[in-house]
């Protein structure tokens, strides 16, 4: 199944990207990991950087919000045109929760 077709199946009417509790929840942690850019969650959710700051702003608390903006702004390791990958490691060893 090609990511066009995937990506079709999960959007509305309206044209935007309808996510299940459990891609929500996952988003919001791939966005809150330093190592984790912002291509990788479009790649694995079809969610750009715009989209993943709006989905953070409707579903954390407003001080929340500002904190992880504070965060993220200008972090080369959440923007692939900025960080190298010759570090030789794509995540850290505790980021997956064992379900």
């Not at 996510?19 to 479009?42: H, K, Y």
Request: positive net charge.
């Amino acid at each position: 199944m090609k990511s066009d077709e995937l990506i079709a199946k999960t959007v509305n009417d309206a044209g935007d990207r309808v996510l299940d509790e459990i891609q929500i929840s996952r988003v919001i942690e791939m966005a809150w990991e330093d190592r984790t850019p912002f291509g990788a969650i479009e790649h694995s959710y079809g969610l750009d950087e715009t989209a993943v700051i709006k989905l953070m702003r409707q579903e954390l608390k407003p001080s929340s919000f500002r904190l992880w903006r504070q965060r993220v702004s200008n972090r080369a390791t959440k923007h692939e045109a900025k960080r190298s990958f010759e570090v030789g490691r794509a995540y850290c060893k505790t980021q997956y929760k064992q379900r």
